[in-house]
């Protein structure tokens, strides 16, 4: 082991590459326009004054958080069912330290405390849970007692094979203990050790290669004794772990490694984070699988995310700041060519963690600040987004059998066109336009029609949107509906045209009310035929006067039986206007 270490140390400090100076700048950033649109600032949404260490989001409901506190307040750990806004204590484990929580693509939530190194007896612990922490199953200790205690500081899970799990870290004895990797190939139930590295050194971070079958990894193995300089170095293994070598480090003076990840399209571009350490930090890329480095953002950087559809666009955050760096959260759409940053609301802020939702067009993100979580959200390049504030329309009394009861505003604020489709739970309800395009930037008053029947209590019901808004594909317009003032619906003034209602209610069992307005005294025919055009009942045939009529059908035929269940027809005829509509008895 001794020469081991010999041979790994001066491999180290082989590599004559200078330090990175404080103060010098990365890439400019206003060359190139960023096509990621941010909605909002950072704001702070929840455990304000909590100094967080982690944060996780359900990848199925992105509702559901959940993030754990720094071990200075008692590393307690919170939910929230509600996208952040509320928060509630985990009370199922005590308060200690926790290194990490993930969830796997399946929903499994994961849970991490590191060991016993600060006193709190839960050594080197797993808990894994399938139903959002409501019940948890404890998968430790993760290693017989012949190795020691094991002190874990990451978890790294596959985003191909959530079966497939590392943690990393460090033996505790003997003296400041060896580098270490475990790895469970069963969803955590049982582990195997992948690594076992030099004496007073440990690994913080794992990065798996997707597409790979799991093969390709990378990790940053960092010295943990207060007396050396940090020599940091690459670990990479080209076999699942099986084994690993230890590839130069860029760097000969003290630097402190935080966070690596590699790119879900090509296994050789890595990106790695480091922190500050004696005025050395930075954000480095390796197009060569970690063989050379070149450095693209001079900020010390704790974590580094890479989006799975397109790698190019890089976040990162930071854990330190100091007065020459205010800033927090940096985005990169060109895979770190150029570098932008995005703190602006959360300046001054510790981001050790943070997360990011994506679907419909808009990435959220969420962060674990040393003041609390904060939220953002950018719009994806090509993205319509939808705009309204009209969730709920009491309508007004109908004046008529086609009155507009409502208006919805609607507007595009986003960077492609709408398509709408609207629809009604109640057929005597319709909006017009039903079927549009909304271009971007327009706005559109969306007119709510009906002929409201003779209704005792006041009516509630919805108006479904359907559309391509990425922030909005789906969205629900409460409507509260008052009982029709008695007379207004029979009056003649605003009927300008002959129509024919859809019945109500529809489908129905056993009876339906039919209504038809005629705007001058006209000879009447309403009949009832099936499917197939047969009569089935003449409902009205004579002359009727000015206004609107309504007619009940009870479902018989003219010889008064019971006709079947069924798509049936109701014609119209006044003068010279004929109408044909559908309505379905179910029986």
């Not at 969420?366 to 090509?382: L, Q």
Request: overall charge neutral.
């Amino acid at each position: 082991m001794r020469g081991l270490i010999i041979c790994f140390l001066t491999l180290l400090f082989s590599t004559a590459v200078p330090p990175l100076i404080a103060g010098e700048t990365g890439w400019s950033s206003a060359s190139r326009k960023l096509p990621l649109v941010p909605d909002t600032t950072w704001r702070q949404i929840g455990l304000d004054n909590y100094n967080l260490r982690c944060i996780a989001s359900h990848p199925h409901n992105p509702d559901v958080l959940f993030a754990a506190a720094h071990i200075n307040q008692g590393g307690k750990l919170f939910w929230s069912l509600d996208g952040g806004n509320s928060w509630d204590f985990l009370r199922m484990f005590p308060d200690v330290r926790i290194a990490d929580v993930e969830f796997d693509r399946t929903g499994r939530l994961f849970v991490l405390f590191p060991g016993s190194e600060f006193g709190d007896g839960w050594r080197n612990n797993l808990w894994r849970s399938t139903d959002f922490g409501n019940t948890w199953e404890n998968l430790g200790p993760l290693a017989p007692d012949s190795l020691g205690t094991l002190i874990f500081v990451s978890m790294t899970i596959s985003g191909e094979n959530p079966n497939i799990l590392f943690l990393s870290g460090r033996t505790m004895d003997p003296n400041l203990g060896y580098a270490v990797i475990f790895k469970s190939g069963d969803g955590g139930t049982s582990w195997t050790q992948s690594y076992w590295g030099p004496e007073s050194f440990r690994v913080d971070a794992v990065a798996i290669a997707q597409n790979t079958n799991q093969q390709i990894l990378y990790g940053i193995l960092n010295q943990v004794s207060t007396g050396l300089n940090y020599p940091y170095a690459i670990l990479k293994s080209t076999n699942g772990g099986a084994s690993w070598d230890t590839l130069a480090s860029p760097f000969w003076t003290k630097i402190y490694g935080r966070d690596i990840k590699v790119s879900s399209q090509n296994p050789d571009l890595v990106y790695a984070g480091f922190g500050m350490w004696n005025s050395n930090y930075g954000l480095f890329r390796s197009t060569d699988g970690a063989a050379t480095w070149t450095p693209i953002y001079w900020r010390p950087i704790a974590k580094i995310f890479l989006h799975p559809q397109h790698p190019e666009w890089l976040f990162a955050s930071s854990s330190e700041y100091y007065v020459q760096f205010i800033s927090s959260f940096y985005i990169s759409e060109d895979g770190g060519n150029h570098v932008h940053d995005y703190s602006q609301g959360m300046e001054h802020r510790k981001v050790p963690d943070f997360v990011v939702q994506r679907g419909y067009g808009i990435l959220r993100l969420f962060a674990a600040t040393n003041d609390g979580v904060y939220t953002n959200s950018w719009i994806t390049p090509g993205s319509a987004w939808l705009e309204t504030l009209d969730t709920m329309i009491t309508a007004n009394t109908p004046a008529g059998p086609d009155s507009v009861i409502g208006i919805v505003h609607l507007k595009n604020a986003g960077k492609a066109d709408l398509q709408v489709q609207v629809a009604s739970d109640i057929s005597w309800i319709w909006p017009e336009p039903s079927h549009f395009t909304l271009p971007r930037g327009h706005s559109l008053p969306l007119q709510v029609k009906a002929v409201v029947p003779e209704i005792a209590d006041t009516l509630h019901t919805f108006l479904r949107l359907t559309s391509n808004a990425i922030n909005r594909p789906q969205l629900s317009i409460h409507l509260i509906i008052p009982p029709p003032v008695a007379g207004i619906a029979s009056t003649t003034e605003h009927i300008m045209r002959f129509a024919l209602y859809p019945n109500f209610p529809n489908p129905f069992n056993p009876a339906t009310t039919i209504r038809y307005a005629l705007p001058r005294a006209e000879k009447v025919k309403l009949e009832i035929s099936n499917i197939l055009g047969q009569r089935v009942k003449t409902l009205v045939n004579g002359r009727e006067q000015a206004g609107v009529h309504r007619v009940k059908w009870d479902g018989t035929n003219n010889a008064g039986v019971p006709v079947a269940s069924g798509v049936y027809l109701f014609r119209l005829e006044a003068g010279h206007f004929v109408l044909v509509r559908k309505m379905l008895l179910v029986r």
